[in-house]
């Protein structure tokens, strides 16, 4: 009888380690951003003049000013925003209304070449766009 009583009690403790583990898992996992596996998914732009952030809020520093069609490998996605990687090797935040989620190789094949952002650098006109971004932020 006592083993039986010792069993249900290692039981219960390890029960309950557990399910505090599990707590504290998917509460962690509500606060950070989902990672994406780079190079599966991307984000193509759906609207004009569409700004990817600094930060997830559209209060923080513009840093890139995007034009339809432009497409972004994502990096990761968080409460409506998206994190993509920028031509000039940083990551930027865009709105997931802004744009449309497709695998890499969907988003590859139809757009020209020249409407493809690049990582190897920006072109002279997101440049100008991005600054432009800078000097007249949106409310």
Known sequence: MDSNRILRT??????????LVVML????????PVPVTQSTLTAQVL???????????PFS????LS???DVYDLRAEQGGWYEVFLPHGRTG??????????SARAARSPLPAARRASRSGPTAS???RAAQAQAHPSP
């Open 47 to 57: 609207d004009p003049d569409t700004r990817i952030y600094a930060q997830r809020d």
């Open 10 to 19: 290692r039981f219960r403790a390890l029960h309950a380690a557990l399910l």
């Open 61 to 64: 520093a513009t840093l890139w």
């Open 67 to 69: 034009r339809v069609g």
């Open 25 to 32: 898992a998917g509460s962690a996992a509500a606060a950070s």
């Open 126 to 128: 997101s440049t100008a």
């Open 93 to 102: 935040w865009i709105v997931g209304r802004h744009v449309a989620v497709m």
